[in-house]
């Protein structure tokens, strides 16, 4: 059975960073993403990265101030914030999946929870 969670939302602070984990179990996919979902709004693709980490890619919202990354020995997923504003204010969501469409959410057979990141004075 494959599952996703995610870790490591919260409340910061303007200009702060921040490192969101997924840890995943049940099974092998090729590529893995971050989306996120700010209150009344879409699916926003953030970034994804290939199963050995040799293919990423960041939406231009998050370029230049996210990381994703992947320990497949520790069998998670990561992706580093930094410089915070409130527009990366939304529910985190991890997904995996086994197609090449990496920003589409069709692309991803499995998702998790959710964490919710809150970026507030």
């Known amino acids: 059975q494959v599952q996703l969670v995610e870790s490591g939302g919260g409340l910061v602070q303007p200009g702060d960073s921040l490192r969101l984990s997924c840890a995943f179990s049940?099974?092998?996919?090729?590529?893995m993403a971050w989306f996120r979902q700010a209150p009344g709004k879409e699916y926003e693709f953030a970034a994804s990265?290939?199963?050995?980490?040799?293919?990423?890619n960041y939406a231009d919202s998050v370029k230049g101030r996210g990381t994703i990354s992947m320990d497949n020995a520790m069998r998670k997923m990561y992706l580093q914030m930094k410089n915070l504003n409130p527009a990366d204010t939304a529910v985190y969501y991890c997904?995996?999946?086994?197609?090449?469409?990496?920003?589409?959410?069709?692309?991803?057979?499995?998702w998790g929870q959710g964490t919710q990141v809150i970026v507030s004075s």
């Open positions: 990265v290939t199963w050995n980490g040799g293919i990423t």
């Open positions: 049940g099974g092998f996919f090729y590529a």
């Open positions: 997904a995996a999946g086994s197609g090449r469409q990496f920003n589409a959410t069709d692309n991803y057979d499995y």
